[in-house]
């Protein structure tokens, strides 16, 4: 257990934190790890939004001369998310999914982001606030979320744990940079495969809602995993599978 006194004096980070984050050592070079075990402490015991200032707050080094260094840790990424994914998605099957098929859910949110240097944002429909008849825009950053669907024996209900996320940057981002559009349907069917390779001789069954009800990527998945989605309204159900 973490003791807020402890922390909040500026003491080390606790020798139990660094056990059980050991897998993700690999991940980031020695600098970069000392500041990430800071943030993860923080995002443990802070209340409310889980900020790198909140976090820095909480354990006592909001006055940090390195302050910029802990936001680096996010801005900068210069370690890769698939890398650190991957022991993630390990620990949460190890721990709670050890036999039983293993459900993942997709789907998509919106960061709602503004300002020049934010380059992969875009204008997306606002599925919150907007309705049939109302069309509400907003500015930000699209992520593309996998969380694995099962119980959690403490909670006494399923729960939605994320285990890759991926940004699906906007068509004027990949244009400015000179990259090949990819769809968002392009993002899921990347994602999926490599949940896949990452769960060899694991039943696999992905959860969507009607976008993910796409040929290509029903195609794609299907040979090794089980994709249900709900279908579209428009959907042409007389010819078998």
């Known amino acids: 257990m973490l003791h807020h006194s402890n922390i909040a004096a500026g003491d080390s980070v606790p020798n139990i934190l660094r056990q059980w984050l050991q897998p993700w050592r690999s991940c980031f070079t020695a600098p970069s790890w000392e500041h990430v075990l800071v943030l993860v402490m923080g995002a443990l015991l802070v209340p409310g939004k889980r900020t790198i200032s909140a976090c820095l707050r909480m354990t ?20 890769k998310e698939q890398c650190a994914a991957q022991p993630l998605l390990g620990a949460v099957i190890d721990k ?42 907003a500015s930000g950053l699209r992520w593309l979320c996998f969380m694995v669907l099962t119980p959690v024996p403490w909670a006494r209900l399923a729960k939605a744990l994320s285990v890759l996320t991926l940004l699906a940057p906007s068509e004027r981002s990949d244009h400015r940079c ?35 009800a796409v040929h290509e990527l029903a195609h794609t998945i299907t040979p090794c995993a089980t994709l249900i989605s709900r279908p579209r309204l428009d959907a042409s159900l007389f010819v078998p599978p």
């Open 178 to 212: 000179g990259r090949r559009r990819k769809l968002l349907t392009d993002w899921a069917r990347q994602g999926a495969l490599q949940l896949c390779r990452w769960l060899p001789g694991r039943r696999v069954i992905f959860v969507g809602d009607s976008s993910s």
């Open 96 to 137: 709670l999914v050890p036999a039983a098929p293993i459900v993942i859910g997709r789907d998509d949110t919106i960061e709602r982001r503004w300002g020049c240097r934010i380059s992969a944002r875009g204008i997306y429909r606002d599925p919150a606030r907007s309705s049939q008849g109302h069309f509400v825009k």
């Open 60 to 79: 006592g080094r909001i006055d940090a001369r390195n302050f910029a260094s802990y936001h680096q840790i996010l801005n900068r990424v210069r370690w």
